[in-house]
Nanobody, 133 residues
Framework: QVQVVESGGGSVQTGGSLRLSCTASGSTFDGLNMGWFRQAPGKEREGVACVSVSGGSTNYADSVKGRFTISKDNAKSTLYLQMNSLKPEDTAMYYC??????????????????????????WGQGTQVTVSS
């Protein structure tokens, strides 16, 4: 069983920055594909960014390209999401997910959505990000 824990959420003003962190225990961290997802009130959960086991492949939602950066530090067993130029529409609960199925790496990264394959992974409880105007 893999335990996933997010941290780093908070409240910022428009244009501000936050860095989210995620740890995953119970499995070899460098054997995990990982992703960030978010869910705003009244909306479906959506993919934000995904990264492959090595960190070499990434995929971003169009809405965050150029503003958010996902990175995987296997030495520190930590996944990050650097969020810059935050907007009120970024307000949501942010979730980290991990998936150790190496054979699924291409599908997981290319289709970075909760409903496509990631629903079989391990999920954290989420961390709240609130951006005020």
């Amino acid at each position: 069983q893999v335990q996933v824990v997010e941290s780093g959420g908070g409240s910022v003003q428009t244009g501000g920055s936050l860095r989210l962190s995620c740890t995953a225990s119970g499995s070899t961290f460098d054997g995990l594909n990982m992703g960030w997802f978010r869910q705003a009130p009244g909306k479906e959960r959506e993919g934000v960014a995904c990264v492959s086991v090595s960190g070499g492949s990434t995929n971003y939602a169009d809405s965050v390209k150029g503003r958010f950066t996902i990175s995987k530090d296997n030495a520190k067993s930590t996944l990050y999401l650097q969020m810059n130029s935050l907007k009120p529409e970024d307000t949501a609960m942010y979730y980290c997910a991990a998936d150790g199925r190496l054979s699924m790496t291409n599908q997981l990264i290319q289709t970075c959505t909760p409903a496509a394959n990631w629903n079989k992974g391990y999920w954290g409880q989420g961390t709240q990000v609130t951006v005020s105007s």
